[in-house]
């Protein structure tokens, strides 16, 4: 089980529901700085108590990293890949709320959300083909031995692509993972959006 510790200290051990977990991702990757929650998720999904430590990219990947990997261990591989796509979806229609225009438009938001969090060094984007290059996801992944493309926190950033651009133009994509490469500089991920 997933435990958040609360500021009272006691520990609760419980599963969370699609909706919890995207609250807690949410609040973790969405502030301009995010900042460690150091709290229990309420049945109704909400946060009970903040904490004045900020957290790099390296430390927000390696938590989405450690959740993925819990959650994977309650509900199974599938199960996480399912829940992690899902949050992203729903944060990434948060983050196009407000935004209208094209689909060029939208994976420009997309660009510039993962670029001003420091999720990847570059991403250049050609037609429907999308190279990133630099993804600290995939860096993480890889020092823990696992794969990058296939992994729930890999689909939590496709289900945040598909969520912006169903947000901005209204259409409904399904982003796909092409492949990854490894350099002694970085991770180099390919996809379709």
């Known amino acids: 089980m997933l435990a958040v510790r609360a500021s009272t200290g006691v520990s609760s051990k419980r599963s969370f529901s699609g909706n919890e977990v995207y609250n807690y991702l949410f609040m973790q990757i969405s502030c301009k700085h995010a900042v460690v929650y150091d709290a229990v998720l309420c049945s109704g999904g909400g946060i009970v108590t903040e904490k004045d430590c900020v957290m790099g990219t390296q430390e927000i990947v390696e938590l989405l990293c450690d959740i993925a990997t819990e959650v994977g261990s309650l509900i199974g591989e599938k199960g996480a890949i399912s829940v992690f796509r899902y949050a992203g979806k729903k944060m990434g229609r948060k983050i196009g709320n407000g935004h209208s225009g094209s689909i060029e438009d939208a994976r420009d938001l997309v660009r510039s959300f993962f670029q001003e ?41 496709y289900g945040l692509i598909d969520g912006v651009i169903e947000g901005v133009t209204g259409q409904k994509v399904v982003t796909l993972h092409v492949d990854s490469s490894y350099q002694d500089d970085g991770i180099t991920c390919r996809e379709i959006w």
Do not use: P
């Open 117 to 157: 969090k420091a999720f990847m060094n570059e991403i250049n984007l050609e037609g429907n083909q999308a190279v990133l290059s630099g993804c600290k996801i995939g860096l993480v992944l890889q020092k823990r031995g696992i794969k990058a493309g296939s992994d729930a926190l890999c689909n939590f950033g």
